[in-house]
């Protein structure tokens, strides 16, 4: 267990929706990753993170947004789905100069 | 453009062979390389080496990182079943710790 929660664990929906991933980073972290995991890309940094500021972005679609809230956790919201989104996403968190250390994900599936 | 490649890809063992999987990379500002072990679903990390560790051990798992051949090395020891897994190796850069660029990983399959 590396103490980076996420829910759901599965979301199942439907093209054209939206939805919400949240995260909790372990206990201390002030930095919050998020990453995307599918068969033909895998794994894709999206965005980070850092004590509520945004602090660097990879290719992350605009159909896709991210926040980091006052007690550290973090949502990260998925609009207009396509079933190209359908992917593993991974939520994880650390201190500056330590290692990354990942949630269990969210596996999404878009119909 | 950063890169990071991994091999081989896959490959299959038995029980108590040692297995060396490689990662080479070619990033700007390199800053960190990780390792993680997959298996059903969360990157499990393993070792992080930088330029202060370049080297890295915990029990029958270890690591070096060669900066100036800019690659690393992941052996296994004494391999049992539990190792079976997909390994991923990533690489961060100055850019921002914790934006990770990682290889397509290397699945292991150690069989009885």
């Known amino acids: 267990d590396s103490g980076v929660t996420q829910t759901p664990k599965h979301l199942i929906t439907a093209t054209g929706q939206r939805v919400t991933l949240r995260c909790s980073p372990r206990s201390g972290d002030l930095s919050v990753y998020w990453y995307q995991q599918s068969l033909d890309q895998g794994l894709q940094f999206l965005i980070q993170?850092?004590?509520?500021?945004?602090?660097a972005k990879g290719n992350i679609l605009e159909r896709f947004s991210a926040q980091q809230f006052p007690d550290l956790h973090s949502e990260l919201n998925l609009s207009s789905l396509e079933l190209g989104d359908s992917a593993l996403y991974f939520c994880?968190?650390?201190?500056?100069?330590?290692?990354?250390?990942f949630g269990p994900g969210t596996r999404l599936l878009v119909l | 453009e950063d890169k990071v490649v991994q091999s081989p890809l896959s490959l299959v063992v038995h029980e108590g062979d040692t297995v060396t999987l490689n990662c080479s990379y070619e990033?700007?500002?390199?800053?960190?390389l990780l390792w993680y072990k997959q298996e059903k679903k969360a990157p499990t990390f393993l070792f992080m080496l930088?330029?202060?560790?370049i080297e890295k051990k915990s029990g029958r798992l270890s690591s070096i990182l060669d900066k100036k051949e800019l690659f690393s090395i992941l052996n296994i020891t004494a391999t049992q079943t539990g190792d079976s897994a997909i390994y991923l190796c990533?690489?961060?850069?100055?850019?921002?710790?914790?934006?990770?660029?990682f290889g397509a990983g290397t699945q292991v399959v150690v069989t009885p």
């Open positions: 993170y850092y004590n509520g500021e945004e602090r």
């Open positions: 930088t330029s202060s560790g």
């Open positions: 990033v700007t500002n390199f800053r960190s």
């Open positions: 994880a968190s650390s201190a500056t100069g330590t290692a990354v250390y």
């Open positions: 990533a690489v961060g850069t100055a850019d921002s710790w914790g934006k990770l660029q």
